[in-house]
Structure formats: C-alpha cells, structure tokens
C-alpha cells in the first residue's frame, strides 16, 4: 500500500469516499468539487488516499493550524475513511500513522478530530489507537 496525495484527477473516488463519510448530509458534487480544489491547493491541509494495486483503499483529509488550547500547532483530523471491504485490515492504522508522521513534522502538538454521534465503529477505532474522548461536538449549521 501506498499514500498518494490527492489531485483532481482522483476527485470522483474522494467524492464517493467523501459521501460515505458523512452519509447523513446530501452534497451537490460541484459545489464539492470546488472545495475539494481549495482543500488540495491549501498549504495548510493535507489530502490523501491510501493506494493498493491500482485501488483506493481509504482518504483522509487533515488541517494543521496554531490553536490556543493545544499551545501551538495542531492537527484537525477532518476526515478518515477506509472502503468498507478493507475495514479491520490495518489500512485505516497506516492512515492513522501516516496522520501522526505528519503532524509531527509540521511540529504539532497533538491531533484532534470529531465524530458523527453514530458513527460506534470509528469511535472503538480512535480510541483503540489512543484517543482520548474528550469533549462533546457541537454545529450550528447556517
């Protein structure tokens, strides 16, 4: 397995992963697609695939930035995801790990990340690799 990072050439698999994610809100894929370029065109994130055999086997979307509660850099896990016929194989741990490899070059302090209230099996995998649950989310959607 191999991390590639994201072009816009991959946008229609990060599409597909992106809606997986969040199956809960319905997205226009134009108005998508216009960020997603934002997001692989800002210095500031990092947007990757998990690659094997040609395949997309997970995404992942991060953003490191200063914050006051953390002292310094942080990194806000926006989003991670495997392909579902993968899950439990330790593709979403290489992920994970190549998370942390980042973060820790951009001198981070810690990574940080929220979950979707339904979403049990994320929640068992971040904490099995070492979260902390620490807070409660809270949107005000506009």
């Known amino acids: 397995m191999k ?31 216009d960020i997603y370029r934002q997001v692989i065109d800002d210095p500031a994130c990092s947007v ?8 997309y086997r997970g995404f992942c979307h991060c953003a490191f930035f200063h914050t006051f509660w953390l002292s310094g850099m942080t990194c806000y896990l926006s989003g991670i995801i495997t392909a579902e016929d993968v899950r439990g194989k330790g593709y979403g741990v290489a992920i994970m790990d190549e998370v942390k490899r980042q973060a820790a070059e951009r001198g981070c302090k810690g990574i940080v990340l929220d979950s979707g209230m339904p979403r049990t099996e994320a929640h068992a995998f971040y904490e099995k690799y070492g979260f902390d649950k620490g807070c409660y989310g809270f949107d005000l959607i506009f």
């Open 3 to 33: 991390f590639k990072k994201a072009t816009m050439e991959d946008f229609d698999a990060a599409f597909d992963f992106i809606e997986k994610l969040w199956s809960y809100n319905t997205y226009d894929k134009d108005e998508i697609k």
């Open 48 to 55: 990757f695939f998990a690659v094997e055999n040609g395949q």
